[in-house]
């Protein structure tokens, strides 16, 4: 059973910045052997990609919304999922969900707006963000 928690949610002013954490744990079974990414879901809108790490952490990829902006990166030792969220716009609030897939041995990750693909989902950590 994998377990993903966030943490690291809150308010910003418009132009600050946030540091997402997402904990994995699941006994047995080994984080780097997972493809992960961030998704989000504002008020009233579907949710959709924002960025994607390989299992290795080697390749990136982010939504056109974020690029420049949000970094995603990952520590394999501490099986932890970080998002980097730097200047921060007031159309960034939403509630990010960290999100697995592990897929067949050597099979690509999915896309970053694969949202059903990825089949382990965390609570979310909400971000709220102030003009």
């Known amino acids: 059973q994998v377990q993903l928690v966030e943490s690291g949610g809150g308010s910003v002013q418009a132009g600050g910045s946030r540091m997402l954490s997402c904990r994995f744990s699941a006994p047995g079974l080994v984080f780097s052997r997972y493809c992960m990414a961030w998704f989000c879901q504002a008020p009233g809108k579907e949710r959709e990609g924002v960025a994607l790490i390989d299992r290795d952490g080697r390749t990136t990829t982010y939504a056109d919304s974020v690029k420049g902006r949000f970094t995603i990166s990952r520590d394999n030792d501490k099986n932890t999922l970080y998002l980097q969220a730097n200047s921060l716009k007031p159309e960034d609030t939403a509630m990010y969900y960290c999100?697995?897939?592990?897929?067949?041995?050597?099979?690509?990750?999915?896309?970053?707006?694969?949202?059903?693909?990825?089949?382990?989902w965390g609570q979310g950590a909400y971000i709220s963000v102030s003009s």
């Open positions: 999100a697995a897939y592990r897929g067949s041995v050597g099979s690509a990750c999915p896309r970053v707006r694969d949202v059903e693909t990825f089949n382990h």
